[in-house]
Structures are given as C-alpha cells and as structure tokens.
C-alpha cells in the first residue's frame, strides 16, 4: 500500500462508525451496556447543570468581578446548548448517532479540562461555549441511542433508566460541587469531568451501536441554525432579563421581539428549504407536540423547586446543609420512581396512562407547597412525591414522542425533546426566581407562594397535556424530498 492511500485513510477513520465488538454485539443484555453507557453522559450533563452555581462565589473573588459578570458562566452554556440541540440531532441521524455521540464527549471532556484551567472569567465563559457545544451533541444523541438500542418493548424501561441516571447527577451536584470547591477550589469542579469523560469515550467505542438507519442530507441549512439560535437565544435571555438580569425594560421588550420574529422566520424556512433542520412534520404528530409540551412542564416543575426551596428555607432560618439535604428528596424520587416503579404499575397501564397518574402525582405535591407555609417536617415528603410523579410521567412521555418518531429521525426527536428539557428548565429557574425577585424581605411568604402557583399551572398544563396525547402509539411520517 502506498502512503498516500494509507494517509487517506485518516478521514474515512474519523469519520466512519465502529461496529461493536462481537462478543459485546451478540450478548443478550448488549442494549442494556448501550444504555449504560449514554447515562454516563445523562448523568455528567445534570451533574455540571447542578454544580456550577456553587462556583459563582470564588469565581467573584479570584476574577475579581460581580456576580452579574459571573453568571454568564451557566449563561452561555445554557444559551450554547438550547440552540445547539436539534441541529446536533439533525447532523446525527445524517452522519451517525454513535459518532457524533462520542464526538461530543470528546469536545466535552477537553472543554472542561480548559475551563479548569482557565486564566481569566472572559476565556472561561468562551470555554464553557465550546463545552456546550460538546454537551449539545450529546444530549441530543442519548435518547436516540436509548431508543435505538433498547426493545421497543422495553423502551419505556430504558429511557427510565437514563432519566433516574440525570436525577442523580442533579442530586449530587449541589454535594460534590460543595465539597470541591471548599476543599480542592473551583477548577475541580469542571476538573472532575475528565476522568469520567476519558472512562466514556472508551466504553461509548466497544459498547455503543451503529446507526442503521440514516437520513441523509444534501446540504447543511446554516441559515436555520442562525435563526434558531437566534430565537432561543433571544427568548432565553428575555427570560433571564426579567427575572432579575440586568437589562432595561426596553431591552428586554425588544429580545422578545427578535426571538419572535426570528422563530416566525425559522418555521417560515424550514417548511420550504430543501433540508431543514427540523421537518415540521414531526410536530404535527399528536405524541409528538403534546409530548413536547409535557416535557418542557415537566422540567420546568423538576428544576423550580430547586431555586424555591432554598430560599424559603433559609429565609426561615435553615441552614444551606439542611436545605441542600431537603431539596434531595425531589431527585430521590425521581429515580426510585424512574427505575423501580415501572414493575410495580399494572402492565394494562398504558405510556398515557402513566403520564396522566405521574402527573397527577406532582400536581397535587405542589399544590400542598401553594397552600402551605413551608417546614421541613412535610417539605421531604412533598418533594419525594413530587420526584415520583415526575419519575413516573418522564419515562412515559418520552417513550410517546421517540415511539412516534422513526427511527431514520430519531437524532432529531432526541435533540427536541431535549430542547423541551432544557426550556423548561430555564423557564423553571426564570419564572421562580422572578417571583421571589419581585417580593422584598416584608413579603417573603407571598413570593414564595407566587413560585409555588406557577409550579402548580405548569404542573396542570403537563397533566392536560398527557390527558389530550394520543390513547395508542402513533408512528410519525418524516418528509422525503
């Protein structure tokens, strides 16, 4: 062989699948190692969401800057990875779900290890972009590769695996980020990624499948991305901007009016272009928009409580150690739900069903957080059902939308519900932190009741979402051209 065919061969190299070892292929539990494997990702992307917001204090101090300044450290990220989502996703199932999947981790685990050793706050916002960026194509990737991996019979099962698996990473951020930072300092806590990131690289290559089914596309549609990111970026920074970022009134007005218009602009596109980012066929799927809707409610319940909790807790004199250990029981039961409460359901209980008693569950905790003061002696019990309902509705809802999409598109669905997830978490912390933001000191109870009641209309709108989805599994055409 000449060297120069031999050198040809680095790019077919870097951009071809691996096939899985056939030890590992041919084993009957082989999904079961796949899901595995993606909740490593399930479980660093939640852990970093949860663990960075500890570092705004020492962040302050050695950059010496405001906390204003400092919050773009989870601000770009967020922003980044929103308007990332569903193009990663589009990309995927083009080129390879199990490729790009690995390509993030990659991109991801490097970014952290910069971010660690970032010299100033400016490179270190622009790291956590570049983190994003990773995280984007990863997050967008592990429900396709669930979904792809798993029976379809055990879908369900699956995807509540690796939603307890980001119930756990967001419970132990808030006490890994503690004891890093008051231990080993900052750049731990985005240097503990690297091992983890170097440990999933490694099982993602002999334990993760090829894509089978691919839809490829002509050309990339870069003026979509630019308008998505646009409208997401506009929307989210709108949100934040209300809910105590520092922007006039007249900003905050005219980021609406961008985000509006260039979401009006992006739908305009993608219904004409060729090879769209995102086939708008798929929304008009019933699982698939009303699914959507739940997801983004749903985590908008998940993570509100998450800013609610301990402030109220502190302001009646708790310490951060006891609210940090409260707010725990929302996680908790999220995961023993996600993991053991499907055995426990009657098998005749639908996918409808369970979004509908999941929701029911969670509506009614936090309608007990609206009309009682809160104590620690029933907050626990009222979070841990909360997690349960919301254990019981994610698995559930998810399988609906990724069941109704087919399987060439799943990279895509996976960057949508995702973009659900993440919408709703930013919407989770906005709107709680805007309602405590608009009370003073004298009217404590009544913020915190104002945040309770947002958490309770998203709750209902989860619920009647779940009510008006689909009563069998619905199977969604993608658009050929």
Not at 41 to 67: K, N, P, R, W
Not at 102 to 119: D, H, I, M, Q, R
Not at 261 to 266: E, K
Not at 342 to 361: E, F, I
Request: proline residues 6%.
């Amino acid at each position: 062989m000449t060297p120069r065919r031999s050198g040809s061969r680095w790019p077919v190299a870097l951009t071809r699948e691996r096939a899985r070892p056939e030890g590992i292929r041919s084993r009957p539990d082989a999904w079961w190692l796949a899901v595995g494997t993606v909740c490593f990702g399930a479980f660093m992307g939640q852990l970093d969401a949860s663990i960075v917001t500890l570092t705004y204090g020492s962040l302050g101090t050695e950059f010496h800057t405001s906390l204003a300044a400092v919050e773009w450290v989870s601000l770009a990220y967020l922003l980044t990875l929103v308007a990332l989502l569903v193009p990663a996703g589009r990309l995927a199932d083009a080129h390879g779900r199990k490729l790009l999947y690995l390509y993030g981790f990659a991109v991801f685990t490097l970014a952290s290890a910069a971010c660690g050793l970032a010299p100033s706050l400016p490179a270190l916002v622009v790291f956590r972009v570049v983190q994003a960026a990773g995280a984007a194509l990863m997050q967008a990737n592990s429900v396709a590769l669930v979904t792809t991996s798993a029976p379809r019979e055990r879908m369900r099962t699956a995807l509540g695996v690796q939603a307890a698996a980001q119930a756990l990473g967001l419970a132990l951020g808030p006490t890994v980020g503690g004891a890093l930072v008051s231990t080993l300092g900052w750049r731990w806590v985005f240097g503990v990624n690297v091992p983890i990131g170097l440990v999933a690289l490694v099982a993602g290559h002999y334990l993760l499948p090829r894509t089978r089914t691919r839809t490829p596309v002509a050309a990339f549609d870069w003026a979509g991305l630019g308008l998505l990111a646009v409208a997401t970026t506009g929307a989210l920074l709108g949100v934040s901007a209300v809910s105590g970022l520092p922007v006039p009134a007249w900003g905050v007005g005219l980021l609406f009016a961008v985000a509006a218009g260039a979401g009006w602009a992006f739908v305009a596109r993608q219904g004409r272009s060729p090879a769209p980012l995102l086939d708008l066929a798929l929304l008009r799927v019933r699982a698939v928009a009303f699914g959507l809707v739940g997801a983004l409610s749903g985590y908008l319940v998940l993570f509100g409580p998450l800013v609610l909790v301990p402030v109220v807790l502190t302001a009646r004199g708790s310490s951060e150690l006891t609210a940090g250990l409260v707010l725990t029981a929302l996680p908790a039961g999220f995961a023993l739900a996600a993991t053991g409460g499907d055995p426990l359901l009657p098998h005749s209980l639908t996918d409808r069903g369970r979004c509908v008693l999941g929701a029911v569950l969670f509506t009614a905790a936090v309608a007990v957080l609206a009309a009682v003061p809160p104590a620690v002696s029933w907050l626990v019990p009222v979070l841990m059902v909360t997690g349960m309902g919301l254990g019981t509705f994610t698995p559930a809802n998810n399988t609906l939308i990724m069941g109704a999409i087919p399987a060439r598109a799943s990279g895509t669905g996976g960057g949508l519900v995702n973009m659900a997830r993440g919408l709703g978490t930013a919407l989770g912390v906005a709107l709680v932190t805007l309602a405590l933001h608009l009370s003073d000191s004298r009217v404590q109870a009544a913020g915190s009741r104002w945040s309770a009641l947002i958490l309770v209309g998203a709750s209902v709108v989860a619920l009647v979402s779940a009510w008006l989805g689909p009563r069998r599994a619905e199977q969604g055409p993608v658009r050929t051209r």
